[in-house]
């Protein structure tokens, strides 16, 4: 993560420097930088990405910022990109972009920068996250790296999981040592998830 920010660091700053040349329009499909966060503009919406200064701005409530924080796509699923660029200078844009996935999470459109080894996820002001509650989950998936996942997908079991997940968390404690468990929501495309631990239940 600390390449992709240097690179992000020098791609902005090579980005404001062109901006010094006429880049200035926001109505476009673009990347750019204001108030220490990195923003895209994607078909005249603005999308943000997930740090303290988006709580200091108002873009998402504290709360919704250590939820944000944990929120992934399955690498598997990041075929389709596309690129947005820091300039419209025609030459530059060869250098100076990313590539960028567009996804629905519980009926939110949400950004993913997919061009480096990380990801970097980006949302619109006052996304609305869904409760954490068995009618608005689609599957529980417990993830070890010395075990098989662990999926919970029906009805029944999902109801069995949220009802009784400090016993879970506990199993899973003891049985698999580390483990990570990812929330698949209803409304939303099949590759996202929420990684939660069992505070987020309480």
């Known amino acids: 993560m600390k390449k992709f920010k240097a690179f992000v660091s020098f791609i902005l700053s090579a980005a404001m420097a062109f901006s010094l040349f006429g880049c200035t329009d926001k109505k476009t499909d673009r990347i750019f930088f204001a108030n220490n966060m990195t923003m895209i503009n994607y078909k005249n919406e603005t999308f943000y990405d997930i740090s303290t200064?988006?709580?200091?701005?108002?873009?998402?409530?504290?709360?919704d910022y250590r939820r944000l924080v944990n929120i992934y796509a399955d690498s598997d699923s990041f075929d389709d990109c596309f690129p947005v660029y820091y300039t419209d200078k025609p030459i530059a844009k060869t250098f100076f972009k990313e590539n960028i996935i567009v996804r629905n999470f519980c009926n939110n459109d949400i950004v993913f920068i997919t061009s480096t080894n990380d990801t970097q996820l980006l949302v619109k002001k006052d996304i609305a996250l869904p409760e954490i509650e068995k009618n608005n989950i689609e599957k529980i998936?417990?993830?070890s790296v010395s075990h098989d996942d662990?999926?919970?997908?029906?009805?029944?079991?999902?109801?069995?999981?949220?009802?009784?997940?400090?016993?879970?968390?506990?199993?899973?404690?003891?049985?698999?040592?580390?483990?990570?468990?990812?929330?698949?929501?209803?409304?939303s495309d099949a590759a996202i998830f929420e990684t939660v631990n069992r505070e987020a239940f309480s």
């Open 150 to 187: 662990i999926v919970y997908k029906t009805d029944y079991e999902i109801d069995e999981f949220v009802s009784n997940y400090d016993y879970y968390f506990e199993k899973y404690s003891n049985e698999l040592g580390g483990f990570e468990c990812h929330l698949y929501y209803k409304n």
């Open 141 to 143: 998936v417990v993830v």
């Open 53 to 63: 200064y988006g709580i200091n701005e108002g873009i998402y409530s504290e709360s």
